[in-house]
């Protein structure tokens, strides 16, 4: 037999076989990339559907907190408030911190920036308005500077939707902005119309 034939003959096999694996190989890693990007895939879908629920759920609870807080201090320019209104208060509170607490571990620096912003507002203005409650006002803390600055959390809060809204991809940089409008403001600040520093409700 000839041995150059037989070696041509080994070298065709060994080519067929050795083309045959390469495909296999490649064919494996195309099939394992292809699972890892729909891996990635299904994990940035969880992530973004993590972050809406939590970021609607702070939304929510960021403007439940606020709203509350407004209903405290009407109910504290009318009349003492019983053991109902502080307790619908500290409830709003409560739902705010536990979401808050919650977005701290989920949501990225973007989100967090103008979120800190809100919480800060709102724990200040809850400050002041249990300060008023409790008959302990600080040197220029009356009904009238905690609605201005009740009123104020509002465009805080629309600041951080924008965000939520442009880190979850629903909308760009020049967003659809929700402002209170200034005859909201107008009436607020009516109805608590300035007053004597020091002064405290009945």
Not at 118 to 132: D, F, I
Not at 136 to 142: A, L, M, V
Request: hydrophobic share 40%.
């Amino acid at each position: 037999m000839d041995v150059g034939a037989v070696l041509i003959a080994v070298a065709g096999v060994a080519g067929t076989l050795g083309g045959a694996l390469l495909t296999q190989r490649g064919a494996e890693k195309a099939k394992r990339r292809e699972l890892e990007m729909a891996q990635a895939l299904q994990e940035a879908r969880e992530s973004r559907e993590l972050r809406r629920r939590c970021y609607s759920e702070l939304h929510r609870d960021a403007r439940q907190f606020s709203t509350a807080l407004r209903r405290h201090l009407y109910v504290m320019r009318d009349r003492t408030p019983g053991d109902e209104d502080v307790q619908a208060l500290e409830s709003a509170k409560g739902a705010y911190r536990d979401r808050w607490s919650e977005a701290l571990m989920i949501a990225p620096d973007g989100v967090v920036a103008p979120a800190q912003e809100v919480n800060r507002a709102l724990n200040k203005v809850y400050g002041h308005v249990k300060r008023l409650e409790q008959g302990n006002p600080r040197p220029g803390e009356d009904l009238h500077a905690a609605a201005v600055a009740q009123h104020g959390i509002w465009s805080l809060v629309a600041d951080m939707r924008d965000q939520m809204r442009r880190d979850l991809g629903v909308t760009g940089e020049a967003g659809v902005r929700l402002r209170s409008s200034s005859e909201d403001a107008d009436a607020l600040l009516r109805d608590f119309g300035e007053q004597d520093p020091g002064t405290r409700p009945a």
